[in-house]
């Protein structure tokens, strides 16, 4: 009796702080495109039946479950799972998926279709759950590069050569610079002294660097290195399926770059300046 009464004070104590994030995800396909005037089919995971090429990103608290609906409104077949955490489940065409999980770890954690890894991830399907147990402001950086034709080959039913992998446009939340400073969940605004952290994700193949100038962050949360949790630094290699929490307290007002340190990342199309390429914008 007293261990059904305390398991019920638990699961009582639990649901007074948790919600049910009821939400749904589209796979939709269309095009990406880029300053040069390079458009590459591209296919993404929607929050409605309107495409864009920023993927959905789904912004939890711990604690809370999550009953995710996939809808698929692509005319292929598609799957889906939250890398390490779910299993992976087929989507038929017009066909939709329920998917359940509970939000019991804090980080980033990477929803893609797996269906020939990375293929399909590669064309677009890739965005970023994550689950957090802070009020304080966020930033959410999905860091990708794309090759030209590897789409075309993907959607053609046929597998990339990996091994020559020669990505010339490279991305944060599906845009480059100059635009990525126009994406509020990007742009890191805020004020000095202010506790503010950056959400990335690496769901392209290629090592990427982010160096933050003007400032260090901590390293609060790494998939890959948990050791590297702490480490103060102002840049942060990040792997591709590699996912990263920043904590960022700005200790001086400007505007200072932020740009991925392998510097083919700044360009876009072979031009400098047109790739993965922001600010930090700190008021005093
Ligand atoms: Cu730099």
Redesign the pocket.
């Known amino acids: 009796m007293i261990r059904w009464a305390l398991a019920f004070f638990l699961l009582n104590g639990l649901s007074a702080e948790a919600a049910t994030i009821n939400t749904s995800l589209y796979i939709l396909r269309d095009s990406i495109h880029f300053d040069n005037g390079t458009s590459l089919p591209y296919a993404t995971f929607n929050e409605s039946n309107a495409y864009t090429a920023t993927n959905a990103r789904i912004v939890a608290d711990l604690g809370d479950q999550l009953d995710l609906w996939v809808v698929n409104f692509d005319s292929e077949v598609h799957e889906f799972r939250i890398q390490g955490e779910t299993n992976t489940v087929s989507i038929p065409v017009g066909d939709s998926v329920q998917v359940l999980y509970d939000c019991n770890s804090q980080g980033v954690f990477i929803f893609h279709d797996p269906m020939n890894f990375p293929d399909n991830a590669s064309v677009g399907l890739s965005g970023m759950l994550v689950v957090k147990n802070t009020t304080n402001a966020g930033f959410y950086w999905n860091i990708k590069e794309h090759q030209v034709g590897n789409n075309a080959t993907v959607f053609g039913g046929s597998s990339p050569d990996w091994s020559t992998y020669y990505p010339v446009h490279f991305t944060i939340n599906g845009k480059s610079a100059p635009n990525i400073n126009n994406d509020a969940d990007a742009r890191v605004v805020g004020n000095v002294g202010d506790t503010i952290y950056i959400y990335m994700a690496n769901t392209g193949q290629s090592i990427h660097s982010m160096?933050?100038?003007g400032y260090h962050a901590t390293i609060v949360y790494s998939s890959k290195n948990p050791s590297h949790v702490g480490w103060s630094k102002?840049?942060m290699p990040i792997f591709p399926s590699e996912t990263m929490v920043l904590e960022l307290v700005p200790d001086q007002p400007g505007e200072y770059?932020?740009?991925d340190?392998n510097l083919i990342g700044t360009t876009g199309g072979g031009e400098y300046g047109q790739g993965m390429f922001t600010t930090l914008l700190i008021a005093p």
């Open positions: 160096h933050l100038h102002d840049s770059p932020v740009h340190h």
